[in-house]
């Protein structure tokens, strides 16, 4: 999401009405090794500190992929192949805040490399493994001070012509490969003569850095920082939003791309001293109820994307689970058949709002405070939001806005060199409202949401789309709206996906049209409807509709080849 800073002084104080639960910094810090010994590095905190106790021998990373064996490993096995990732890249010349992108699947030297950089003083940028590799070319190009990437021979094959400068990791996972890279990565050989090599950092140092990606317009990359200093918010987010405890084993479909996937996939639950289970999609979408049965899996981090895929993967009925209690979503709002089918499994879900800008689930509906379906949630403790409208006036309830968030944390809510004595908004491009309750609703982009000519009310192709999921017939919706400048119809574009594609044929097609319009009374849109295989969508399940605006153009390949 893109956010930009919002400091003006006149801005009425924000929502107070948030989800249940106290926040103290203070109470925090004391959970944390370096609260008495002075010593700060997030790897220590999530590997280390547990090798020194009864967690040591604990499973605390299991790696499932398609037609391999199942890889577990214990805190202590990580602590060793962490050390030996850390030292290969110190006597190679890392200092101190390097970037280092991370370009691999999910496999166990993703999180082996990952915590390796933090253990180095570097500072890793994950990258989604379903990047393309123009992406990564750019991302490469507009990288200031990036000289070194980890990443498999496959991925690399597919990089022409690599940058001269750039310093391969390669992580070698076929014994006969010889593709001449200075450095390799076996780890079969990692544990010998492993010696703990943690370079100690600043709270103001360099923790990670993520990419994001707009998925309603042309992507463009860009790079958010975060600071060792997070790791506090982290744990504290982690142990509210998604409900962690030591004993849990956490499960994240959430791709380690995501700021969201790594911060709360990987960091909160080891910082609990939890186990993480990851496996590729393929592995997860046919075996999902058999990994969270073996695993006793207690927590599911994922989205709602991901859920409608195993919704209609495994489409027989589930009798539920005797480990899960708690599903988190992230991405997008949760529909209320998603809902339907977790009550039906005895589960709760829950959905956070993940501001990017900050690092945080600012807005959630987590487990000790009442939700509300289809409802965000509320600000969590130590978060202020507020809907404003452009010219930063603050917006009464049910008038829809931009919504804005701040830290209300003291020691954590302003910059040092911030002029303000509160600290700085961010103003996002999300569409919202919030009810009388504290309760906040999305409704859409800001750069992208077009209002409707339906006298019903204001309709936004979230809700079309909403409205077209709920027949029975249709699998995916997309929908875009045209016109409405200088006395144009509006019409109202659907591309859809069916559960049964021979049920498509011009009956079919009238009963969605007059489905979609449905109490609408006066100025009814135009309604056009096509049907297509499947639709473009993002990992999480987002709709791409600025490749639903090519295809309307009849520009589809040019377009979706520069994707």
């Given amino acids: 999401m893109d956010f930009m800073q919002f400091n003006e002084k006149e801005l009425n104080t924000a929502n107070q009405n948030t989800a249940g639960g106290s926040f103290s910094l203070e109470t925090i810090k004391k959970s944390f090794s370096w609260y008495k010994t002075g010593r700060i590095n997030l790897a220590y905190e999530c590997i280390d500190k547990h090798t020194e106790g009864k967690l040591k021998d604990k499973r605390a990373l299991v790696c499932l992929r398609d037609g391999s064996k199942d890889i577990e490993l214990t805190f202590n096995d990580l602590k060793n192949y962490t050390d030996q990732f850390s030292r290969l890249l110190l006597k190679n010349g890392l200092s101190k805040g390097d970037k280092v992108l991370i370009w691999l699947p999910r496999i166990p030297e993703f999180y082996i490399s990952l915590m390796g950089v933090i253990k180095a003083g570097g500072i890793p940028v994950p990258l989604s493994e379903f990047s393309s590799s123009k992406l990564i070319m750019d991302i490469l190009e507009n990288t200031q001070g990036t000289t070194y990437m980890v990443t498999t021979p496959l991925f690399l094959n597919t990089l022409q012509p690599i940058p001269p400068k750039l310093k391969t990791i390669i992580i070698n996972e076929n014994d006969d490969f010889s593709g001449g890279s200075p450095w390799e990565f076996h780890m079969k050989d990692s544990l010998k003569d492993a010696e703990t090599t943690i370079r100690w950092v600043d709270f103001s140092d360099g923790l990670t850095a993520h990419y994001s990606l707009g998925c309603l317009s042309k992507p463009k990359p860009k790079l958010t920082f975060y600071k060792q200093d997070l790791m506090l918010l982290i744990r504290q987010y982690g142990e509210w939003v998604l409900s962690l405890k030591e004993s849990d084993t956490l499960w994240s479909t959430v791709d380690m791309g995501w700021a969201a996937g790594t911060l709360y996939g990987i960091f909160a639950p080891w910082l609990m001293g939890a186990t993480v289970v990851s496996a590729d999609m393929g592995t997860t979408l046919t075996k999902w109820e058999e990994i969270t049965e073996k695993y006793e899996i207690n927590v599911l981090y994922t989205t709602p994307g991901m859920i409608r895929k195993i919704m209609a993967k495994n489409n027989k009925k589930n009798t539920g689970f005797k480990h899960l209690r708690h599903i988190c979503c992230t991405g997008e709002p949760i529909s209320a ?12 879900v829950n959905s956070s709002w993940f501001a990017t800008e900050i690092g945080v689930p600012a807005i959630s509906n987590h487990p000790p405070s009442p939700s509300k379906l289809g409802a965000m949630g509320r600000p969590l403790p130590g978060i202020e939001a507020a ?20 830290f209300s944390v003291e020691g954590l809510s302003k910059k040092e060199d911030s002029e303000h004595k509160e600290a700085p908004w961010f103003l996002t491009e999300d569409l919202v409202y919030i009810d009388n309750e504290g309760y906040f609703w999305y409704e859409g982009k800001a750069d992208n949401l077009k209002r409707s000519a339906a006298g019903a009310g204001a309709f936004y192709e979230s809700q079309w789309e909403a409205r077209l999921l709920k027949h029975p017939a249709v699998e995916e919706a997309g929908v875009i709206i045209k016109g409405g400048k200088y006395n144009e119809e509006k019409i109202i ?34 309604v056009a409807i096509e049907l297509r295989d499947k639709l473009p969508m993002t990992r999480s399940g987002k709709i791409l509709r600025h490749i639903l605006a090519a295809w309307d153009e009849n520009n589809s390949l040019k377009r979706a080849n520069n994707l």
């Fill in 337 to 348: 058949e998603i809902t339907k089918w977790a009550l039906n499994l005895g589960l709760s």
């Fill in 387 to 406: 809907v404003f409208d452009s010219k930063g006036n603050r917006l009464n309830p049910y008038q829809v806005g931009k919504l804005g968030v701040r």
């Fill in 493 to 526: 574009k659907a591309f859809i996906s069916l559960k049964d594609k021979n049920q498509w044929g011009a009956e079919l097609e009238r009963e969605l049209i007059n489905y979609l319009l449905q109490g609408i009374k006066e100025n009814k849109p135009k």
